[in-house]
T-cell receptor, first 114, second 113 residues
Framework: GAGVSQSPSNKVTEKGKDVELRCDPI?????LYWYRQSLGQGLEFLIY????????KSGLPSDRFSAERTGGSVSTLTIQRTQQEDSAVYLC????????????FGPGTRLTVT | DAKTTQPPSMDCAEGRAANLPCNHS???????VYWYRQIHSQGPQYIIH???NNETNEMASLIITEDRKSSTLILPHATLRDTAVYYC??????????????FGTGTRLTIIP
C-alpha cells in the first residue's frame, strides 16, 4: 500500500516568509509525528498527533512553529517568519497508534531559508 | 531480526550515574548508534549519537566499544525526570527518509528517590 507522503520535496524560501509543509500518513494510522533533521544530526522530535489532538507539543522550537491535523489524516506544519536556522529536512512519520514501536517515515521536505 | 538488544528494565538511585547497555553485534561500518528516550505519552527525545568515538553532550555520554558491537549510555547524575524508556537504535546517518524506524522495546529506566 501507499506509504507516508510529504510535499513539497524541496522548498527554498526567503527569510521572513511563511511556509507550509504537508504530510499524508499511511491510511488507518492514528499517530502522526513531525521531526526535523539538520545536517549530520539525529532526529529532533517536534510534535505528535494521536487522532486530531496533539498530546505533546514540547518539541516545537518556538511559537513560530505550529501544526494541525484535521480528519485524523493529513497534517500541516507551518513555520512563520522563517529564519535561516529553520533550514533542515522536515520528516513526517506515522504509526498505527502512539504506543506502536514502529514509525514509518515519509521522504521528507528539505527546507532551505536564504 | 532486531538489530539491537537491551535489558527490559533497570533501576538507578537518584543522583547516581545510570549506565544503560545496548548490544548491536551486527552493526555495519557506516551505521551510527543513536539513543532516544520516551517519557510516557510524549514523543521520542533525541539524546545522543555516535559512530566509533565516545561522545558527550549536555544530556549524556555515549561509550562505544572498540569493536562497535556494544555501547553504553551514561546519564551522569540521574534525576527523577530521567525516568523513561530508553531506546538504542542503529541507523545510517541520512537514512531516515522513506524508512521504517523500529524503536524496539527499549529499557525502562526507573530513578529511585
Amino acid at each position: 500500500g501507499a506509504g507516508v507522503s510529504q510535499s513539497p520535496s524541496n522548498k527554498v524560501t526567503e527569510k521572513g516568509k511563511d511556509v507550509e509543509l504537508r504530510c499524508d500518513p499511511i491510511s488507518g494510522h492514528t499517530a502522526l509525528y513531525w521531526y526535523r533533521q539538520s545536517l549530520g544530526q539525529g532526529l529532533e522530535f517536534l510534535i505528535y498527533f494521536q487522532g486530531n489532538s496533539a498530546p505533546d507539543k514540547s518539541g516545537l522550537p518556538s511559537d513560530r512553529f505550529s501544526a494541525e491535523r484535521t480528519g485524523g489524516s493529513v497534517s500541516t506544519l507551518t513555520i512563520q517568519r522563517t529564519q535561516q536556522e529553520d533550514s533542515a529536512v522536515y520528516l513526517c512519520a506515522s504509526s498505527p497508534d502512539w504506543t506502536s514501536y514502529e514509525q514509518y517515515f515519509g521522504p521528507g521536505t528539505r527546507l532551505t531559508v536564504t | 531480526d532486531a538489530k539491537t538488544t537491551q535489558p527490559p528494565s533497570m533501576d538507578c538511585a537518584e543522583g547516581r550515574a545510570a549506565n544503560l547497555p545496548c548490544n548491536h553485534s551486527t552493526i555495519s561500518g557506516n551505521e551510527y548508534v543513536y539513543w532516544y528516550r520516551q517519557i510516557h505519552s510524549q514523543g521520542p527525545q533525541y539524546i545522543i549519537h555516535g559512530l566509533k568515538n565516545n561522545e558527550t553532550n549536555e544530556m549524556a555520554s555515549l561509550i562505544i566499544t572498540e569493536d562497535r558491537k556494544s555501547s553504553t549510555l551514561i546519564l551522569p547524575h540521574a534525576t527523577l525526570r530521567d525516568t523513561a524508556v530508553y531506546y538504542c537504535i542503529v541507523r545510517g546517518i541520512s537514512n531516515f527518509g522513506n524508512e521504517k524506524l523500529t524503536f524496539g522495546t527499549g529499557t525502562r529506566l526507573t530513578i529511585i528517590p
